[in-house]
């Protein structure tokens, strides 16, 4: 059974060994080689215990499950995307590969939600590298496509699309059957 909780410092040195081994499963060949070589479990961990000790509107949740421990997390906050009529964002969502296509990303980002929706955000936003597959987890998940863009990044243009969820009420009422599964 997974447990969905905030996040403590201590989770950071798992949050990270997730985002670097993540990162280089899911964008081999989509990133350049250089960035996913130079990611640093011991860097990442400083940065994720800055970011998860942080007051204010971000939020880190962690998945727990038995005795493996920190299996994935979500963070999520205001939205950095500008016009999109978003006020709330998915910032982050990764499950150790080991324990994909088991509900952990599903309880994560109901979880996030609803995080969003109890701190006051009406609706949601997360932008995903258009190449990465999990993004049909998101439309799954009742998000709609709403932007593409072209993101500059490490000496090159990754594509990125993102996935609404407009009415965070409507859609948390809705629950987990309120995601289209067909």
């Known amino acids: 059974m997974v447990r969905v909780r905030p996040a403590k410092p201590d989770d950071a040195a798992a949050v990270a ?3 670097v081994e993540t990162w280089r499963s899911v964008y081999a060949g989509v990133v350049p080689d250089r960035v996913l070589t130079q990611m640093s479990q011991v860097r990442q961990s400083l940065a994720w215990r800055r970011e998860i000790g942080m007051r204010g509107g971000r939020r880190i949740l962690v998945a727990e499950l038995g005795d493996a421990g920190v299996v994935g997390f979500v ?3 205001p939205s950095r995307c500008g016009p999109l009529p978003f006020d709330g964002e998915i910032h982050t ?3 150790s590969d080991d324990f994909q296509g088991r509900g952990i990303g599903r ?3 109901e979880a996030g939600l609803g995080t969003l929706k109890e701190k006051g955000f009406a609706a949601a936003v997360v932008w995903v590298l258009s190449a990465n597959p999990a993004r049909y987890f998101y439309e799954a998940m009742g998000g709609r496509r709403v932007a593409e863009r072209n993101e500059p990044l490490w ?3 990754l ?3 993102a996935y ?3 009415d965070l009420v409507r859609r948390l009422e809705d629950g987990v059957n309120g995601a289209r599964d067909s």
């Open 164 to 166: 609404g969820w407009p």
């Open 155 to 157: 000496g090159t243009v």
């Open 75 to 77: 963070g999520v906050g």
């Open 93 to 95: 969502l990764y499950i």
């Open 159 to 161: 594509r990125e699309t």
């Open 107 to 109: 309880a994560l980002l």
């Open 17 to 19: 060994r997730i985002y």
